[in-house]
């Protein structure tokens, strides 16, 4: 057998997942041919696929090497430096790639990903929108655009997005969560409803689906559909703190003071990083009279996010309800103060919003 015998067995071994044989034929096709650079560049796919990420590395080099208009090569290593975080590697590979193969869809899609984890919107939309042009059935590119649609607060063009997202793939039940929670962002509650009913009809098993449909169900006022759907949500995955600090708010709703704080509690073990839920406990505790706490809790939030509106304006009432039973006068004037500084800024946020 020759080299390109070994290669094109390594091919079908690696189609049909033996990686082991497959890598096997790529040593043997390269020992039998050393200038072999297609060799050396599928076998670095392949152990990237394997984690074996420096050994990819010198075998993306040395194609490089051994054919410096390989565009595939310069894919791969553009893929790998992405993974070993050497963003700006990688976007100098991708950019190589590009210009040897400006027809690659993927190529922009993927770059777009990484200028996206680079803060260069400007960057990624481009990308996006030139990999979707250039190919578009790529399901990714409509995904990736989305999420960033979203950060630029262009929610309905990141449902429009996941609307061809899901022509394309009408099965993505991933994608029906998403669309579901930006609809309901957009108040069209019937709509995020019956995404959230099509995701959990594909994925009965996904237990952070129930989870937003509770919190639908419960600005619906479905208290006990909420408390349902929460209550599925953390037996399916008992480590969501979403769900337990949801099914608080529908404890609160019962006024259910003791199993709320529980279950915030439980939400704040399992993701203490996350400040909203420090925020909702600030919220139970006021609900309960426990004013001082609760300031505590709020302060800690918005130690975390300065410009956090639901702490703000949770603290204000708070300041406001301490005033209501303050007897010493200079000490109500400087509670409802602080109350009207909190009440003014929160104001102010929702106004840029």
Known sequence: MEAIDYFNCAEVRLALNYLEGAMADYNKAIELKPDFAEAYNNRGNL?????????????????????????????????????????KGAIIDYDKAIE???DCGEAYYLRGTIKSEMDDEQGAMADYNKAIALKPDLFEAYHARS?????????????????????????????YILRGCLKSMSND?????????????????????????????????????????????????????????????????LRNFEKALDDVNMAIKLDEDNYDY?????????TMGKLNEA?????YALSKNIDFVPSLENRAKCYRKLAEAEQDETKK??????????EKKADSLKEKK
């Open 333 to 342: 004037a400087d509670l409802i103060a602080k109350a009207e500084a909190d």
């Open 147 to 175: 999420f960033l649609n979203e950060e630029l607060n262009d929610v309905q063009g990141a449902i429009e997005d996941l609307d061809k997202a899901i022509a394309l793939k009408p099965d993505s039940s991933g994608s």
């Open 47 to 87: 152990k990237t696929k394997m984690n074996d990420l420096q050994g990819a590395l010198i075998d993306f080099d040395k194609a490089i090497e051994l054919k410096h208009d390989l565009a595939e090569a310069y894919y791969g290593r553009a893929h790998l430096k992405k993974k070993m975080n050497d963003y």
């Open 100 to 102: 040897l193969n400006p």
């Open 189 to 253: 509650v019937r709509g995020a409803m019956e995404d959230y009913d099509k995701a959990i009809e594909l994925d009965p098993n996904f237990g952070y689906t129930y989870s937003h449909r509770g919190r639908l169900k419960l600005k619906l006022n479905d208290v006990q559909g909420a408390k349902e759907d929460y209550d599925k949500g953390i037996t399916k995955h008992p480590s969501d703190a979403f769900a337990y600090n949801g099914r608080a708010y529908v404890y609160l709703e």
């Open 295 to 299: 300031i505590e809790d709020l302060n």
């Open 278 to 286: 420090f925020d909702s406990r600030g919220e139970i505790l006021m």
